[in-house]
């Protein structure tokens, strides 16, 4: 007999300008909708009294500007309502921007400043907000009717496609709630790794050709010329991390630097840029919701990242399986082999191995690749692999040495959209 008691739906109201933290529980899904008033997560509007499904251990925000009453079916890992929030001040950015985009759309000329919209970068330490911040001004922007370019250098917890990528996607509608960015057709390179440090200059290769890339797509469109760019960053910021983050800036000719969570940083770039006229570099305060993820949240993140590459946001894809004999295979590695500190060598040995030099697996290695996530790239000829974008990904699921052969997975039918594939680290075991 059902009972009252047994009904898990409950109502919270919320006063302006507050939020709902909400981490869901590990093993079971929560519904929520918005009864009335409104309300959005990170910048997309929710629809008024329709129930949403969000699954285990996602953890976000339901903020409201004016006001709403949101009802809950289900259990949470934790949920609390909070009054200080940096929204206003997230807002303020965004009103900046579209002013920014407005002038840029209104420009006459063909003269590539004037028409060129904002190029934000968003950097931080790790767990500082920057994923969902970037996400907010994204889904604002969409809400008006542009279409931001959303570039992703986060190799490691990144949300445009699989880990160890850097990407880009144009962003038309506000992102979902639940499902996030769709993984359609994104301009992606595939690094191969999920910390830049397995080989920087790599690293550092790739954004540089993403940008050439997008800067290409951009002359020839006025709309996302003028809708300008979001960029996500890792959150390693000292040292090399702090370098690729200059790097990044220089590279997408960023004006915008939205620096989250640390005076250090903020000091440092303001400093290094600040005779750079056209560069802003702002301070904005961390979100007190942003909720911290250690090495190991972070690693089972990255194989449910890859998980749902192949078998989709809600088990809704099933990948093909294939053998495929080795030798009909051109799989190749980026980086020549391991680097051995200069006191292990020769004197006057060169001890960095060239870091993209293209190094063809061959049959007897064919061990090495179980396990391995492959990237199928779109180069015709091997020398272009590195600056050649990929098609997607396969899943080397069995390897048998004796007969040279290996069982994949693949998300579509069919050949593979690329002769040449490409390994790094980036690995996953089923589970
Ligand atoms: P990284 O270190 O991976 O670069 P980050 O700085 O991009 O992290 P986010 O991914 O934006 O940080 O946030 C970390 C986690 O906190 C995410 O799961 C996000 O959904 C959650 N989060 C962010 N803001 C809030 C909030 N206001 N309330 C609840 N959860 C939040």
């Keep these: 007999l059902a009972s009252a008691s047994a009904s898990t739906v409950r109502q919270v109201k919320l006063d302006r300008e507050s939020e709902l933290r909400i981490e869901v529980a590990n093993e079971t899904p929560l519904r929520l909708r918005v009864l009335n008033g409104n309300a959005e997560i990170f910048g997309t509007e929710l629809p008024p009294e329709i129930w949403l499904t969000f699954p285990p251990r996602l953890k976000f925000a339901v903020f409201t500007w004016y006001g709403a009453t949101i009802e809950l079916d289900g259990t949470t890992e934790t949920d609390y309502t909070a009054d200080e929030t940096p929204m206003v001040s997230y807002v303020n950015v965004h009103a900046i921007l579209e002013g920014r985009r407005h002038r840029a ?7 590539s400043d004037t028409s060129q919209g904002p190029r934000v970068i968003v950097v931080g330490p790790t767990d500082s907000g920057k994923s969902t911040l970037s996400r907010m001004l994204l889904s604002w922007a969409a809400k008006q009717g542009w279409k931001p370019t959303f570039v992703d250098l986060d190799i490691g917890q990144g949300s445009i496609t699989a880990p160890g990528c850097i990407a880009a996607t144009p962003i038309e509608m506000p992102i979902d709630p639940v499902e996030g960015i769709p993984l359609e057709m994104p301009l992606v390179y595939f690094f191969g790794h999920a910390t830049p440090s397995n080989n920087v200059d790599l690293y550092r290769v790739l954004v540089k050709e993403l940008a050439q890339t997008l800067e290409k797509q951009f002359t020839g469109n ?3 010329r003028a809708a300008g760019m979001v960029i996500n960053t890792m959150g390693w910021i000292e040292g090399v991390g ?3 983050l200059l790097h990044a800036i220089d590279t997408f000719s960023a004006n915008v630097v939205l620096v989250l969570g640390q005076e250090k940083l903020f000091s440092l770039l303001r400093d290094v840029l600040k005779n750079k006229p056209n560069v802003d570099v702002v301070k904005l305060q961390k979100s007190g919701g942003v909720v911290s993820r250690n090495t190991k949240v ?3 993140a990255r194989s449910h990242r890859i ?5 989709g946001f809600v088990n809704d894809l099933s990948p093909h399986s294939y053998v495929a004999n080795f030798n009909d295979l051109h799989v190749y590695r980026i980086g020549g082999g391991p680097q051995a500190p200069r006191s292990a060598l020769p004197i006057g040995a060169d001890p960095v191995a060239n870091p993209l030099r293209l190094v063809l697996v061959t049959s007897d290695q064919v061990q090495e690749l179980i396990h391995l996530v492959l990237a199928v790239s779109y180069a015709e000829e091997p020398e272009q692999i590195i600056s050649s974008n990929v098609a997607g990904f396969i899943y080397v699921t069995e390897v048998d040495m004796g007969r040279k052969q290996i069982k994949y997975l693949s998300p579509s039918a069919g050949v593979l959209p690329g002769k040449y594939l490409v390994a790094g680290t980036l ?3 089923e589970t």
Excluded at 105 to 110: F, G, L, Q, T, V
Excluded at 307 to 311: H, P, Q, S
């Design 242 to 244: 702090y370098e690729l």
């Design 427 to 429: 690995s996953w075991i």
């Design 307 to 311: 998980r749902e590459y192949f078998y």
């Design 298 to 300: 972070r690693q089972k």
């Design 222 to 224: 006025a709309e996302s």
């Design 105 to 111: 759309r209104a420009s006459a000329s063909k003269d």
